[in-house]
């Protein structure tokens, strides 16, 4: 059975990707271009996975701003299984890699503390820094931040 809950996490998730994509594509770390290369190959994917029904519910709407996302939400019940399916997993994936994230923070709290306490937040600067200290991490740090690493490049 659909659920509505699961495909506004996919469509959320489809609008964070896109302002993910543009922000990071601005920023020099590695692990922002990382992140902006992986939001763009999600985004093609939901486009090629939804044009269809995007031609067929949303050809009016123009896209910017989540309206496109929005128009999906609204013909949610006459979706292709396809791009239902697709925009669920990508909602499930960015849940995932929320959580990570935060995880991450909590548990790397201290190496963030000391070794990248002059790095200014943002555009995946403090994660690049963990990066770049990776020998100076706790066993627990260094498993997070290698597990971040391992989903944005897959």
Known sequence: MRKITSLVSGCIAVVALTMTAT?????????AKAVTDKAEKVIA???ASCATDIKSFCSQVTPGEGRLMLCMM???DKLSD???TTLVDVGDAVELT???AKRAA???AP???????DVKAGGGQIAQCLITNKAK???ACSAEVAGIEARIKN
Do not use: M, P, R
């Open 23 to 31: 922000t990071a594509s601005n920023a020099e770390t590695d692990i």
């Open 45 to 47: 994917k939901v486009q």
């Open 74 to 76: 609204a013909h949610e």
């Open 82 to 84: 396809k791009c239902f």
């Open 98 to 100: 929320i959580s990570s």
């Open 106 to 108: 909590s548990v790397c």
């Open 111 to 117: 190496e963030i503390d000391t070794l990248c306490a």
């Open 137 to 139: 991490l706790s066993g």
